[in-house]
C-alpha cells in the first residue's frame, strides 16, 4: 500500500513537473493590440511594455499582467506649445536604463500662424518623458525627410542625438519663421541635446544625415548613404571611416564593439577598429541578441529559429539549440528585445506582443 501510495505520488509529481515545463516554455502573449503599421514597443525599468497600439496612440502592458492594458498618456499637451492637436508617432525609444522614453509624433501649426498659401512638411516634435508618462519636456523639432527618423539616447541617458533636428525652438512661430528665412527664430545648428542641463551641440558633421546607434555601447555608424563612419558619438571622436565603402559599414550592430556587413556578397563582422572577419557559410540572421556572444539567429531565412553562441572570428555555432516553440510566432519581421537580465525576450508576431522566458 505503502509503494503504491509512493508511486502515485512520483507519478502526479512527474505529471505537475511535465506540466510547468511545458507552460514555462510556451510564448505567453501580453496584447492582441499592437499596431500592424507601427509595431513600435520599448521595455522600461518598471517591467512594463510601451507599445503603439492598433489605434495609432500609446498603451502600456505589465509583463506580469497580460492583457491588462492601460493607456500611456504622456504628460504634455499640444496646445500648452502652440501646436494644434497631434497625428501619427514617428519614432519611439527607451534610454538604456529604461527610466526614460522619446517619442516623435506629428503636430499641426494652428491656423493663426500658418500661412495657407505656403506648403510647407508637417512638424514633428521630439519629447522625452520619464517611464510612467510624466516630466515630458518637448526638446526639438523635425519633419518627415523620407529617411527612417534617428534620435537616440548615449548609454548614460543623458544626451539625446539625433539626425535632423531643425535650428530653431520647437513651437509653431519658430518653426514657421525657419521655413520664411527669419533670423531671429533661428538657432545654432545642434544634433545632440543635454537632457539634464538642456545645452545644444553639434557633432561637427559626425552624425550626417543618417545613422545606425549601437545598443549597447555609444558607437554610431553613419554618414551619407552608405555610412561609412563609425564613431563614439559620446566624446564626438571618429573611430573609423573609409569613404570607398560601396555599402554601408555596418548593417547591424551585435556586440558594443562589432557590427555584420556585406562587401561585394559574403557577409563580414566588422570590429570598430576596421577589423574584419569573412564568412564563407551561410550568413547568420540576428533576430536578438541576448547577452554577451548569445543570440537568436536564422541561418535559413526563418525555416528554423536558433539560439546560442557564436565564434565570429570563424562565424561557427556554438551550444546552440533549436527553439522549437517559437516556430509559428517568430518570423524574420518580427521585432524582439530581450531583457536586461538575459533571461527573457519580448517579441511582436503581428498585432500580437509576447513574453518568453527561457
Given amino acids: 500500500m505503502e509503494g503504491t501510495s509512493t508511486k502515485h505520488f512520483q507519478l502526479l509529481f512527474f505529471a505537475v513537473t511535465l506540466m510547468v515545463s511545458v507552460s514555462v516554455a510556451q510564448p505567453v502573449m501580453l496584447t492582441d493590440s ?30 506580469d499582467d497580460p492583457f ?46 500658418l500661412n495657407r498659401g505656403l506648403s510647407m512638411p508637417e512638424p514633428i516634435v521630439i519629447i522625452v518623458c520619464n517611464a510612467a508618462g510624466g516630466g515630458a519636456q518637448v526638446v526639438g523639432v523635425t519633419t518627415d525627410s523620407g529617411n ?18 531643425l535650428p530653431c525652438n520647437p513651437d509653431p512661430e519658430s518653426y514657421f519663421g525657419h521655413y520664411l528665412g527669419d533670423e531671429s527664430s533661428s538657432l545654432r545648428p545642434f544634433d545632440l541635446i543635454d537632457l539634464e542641463e538642456g545645452a545644444r551641440f553639434s557633432s561637427n558633421g559626425i552624425i550626417g544625415d543618417y545613422f545606425t546607434g549601437n545598443p549597447w555601447s555609444d558607437l554610431i555608424a553613419s554618414g551619407p548613404a552608405p555610412l561609412t563612419t563609425i564613431a563614439d558619438i559620446a566624446v564626438f571622436s571618429i573611430i573609423f571611416q573609409d569613404s570607398t565603402l560601396t555599402s554601408p559599414v555596418i548593417d547591424q550592430w551585435i556586440e558594443p564593439d562589432a557590427g555584420l556587413a556585406q562587401i561585394d556578397g559574403p557577409q563580414i563582422i566588422r570590429f570598430s577598429d576596421g577589423t574584419i572577419y569573412e564568412s564563407q557559410e551561410e550568413p547568420f540572421l ?14 535559413n531565412q526563418g525555416e528554423s529559429i536558433r539560439r546560442g553562441r557564436v565564434n565570429w572570428s570563424t562565424f561557427e555555432e556554438q551550444e546552440t ?37 527561457f
Avoid: H
Fill in 148 to 165: 527612417k527618423l534617428s534620435f537616440d539616447f548615449t548609454q548614460d541617458s543623458r544626451l539625446l542625438y539625433g539626425a535632423g533636428f
Fill in 321 to 357: 539549440t533549436e527553439l522549437t516553440e517559437l516556430m509559428g510566432y517568430i518570423s524574420l519581421n518580427s521585432r524582439i528585445k530581450a531583457l536586461n537580465s538575459g533571461t527573457a525576450i519580448v517579441f511582436s508576431t503581428g498585432r500580437g506582443l509576447y513574453y518568453y522566458e
Fill in 68 to 113: 491588462n492594458t492601460e493607456s500611456f498618456s504622456v504628460g504634455w499637451v499640444p496646445e500648452d506649445d502652440g501646436w494644434s492637436g497631434t497625428g501619427e508617432i514617428k519614432l519611439l525609444k527607451s534610454s538604456p536604463d529604461g527610466n526614460l522614453v522619446c517619442l516623435a509624433i506629428q503636430v499641426s501649426i494652428p491656423d493663426s500662424v
Fill in 286 to 299: 540576428i533576430l536578438c541578441r541576448i547577452s554577451e556572444g548569445n543570440y537568436i539567429f536564422s541561418r
Fill in 34 to 63: 499592437l499596431s500592424t503599421i507601427s509595431g513600435e514597443f520599448v521595455l522600461t525599468a518598471q517591467g512594463a511594455v510601451v507599445f503603439i497600439n492598433s489605434n495609432g496612440v500609446l498603451s502600456s502592458v505589465n509583463i
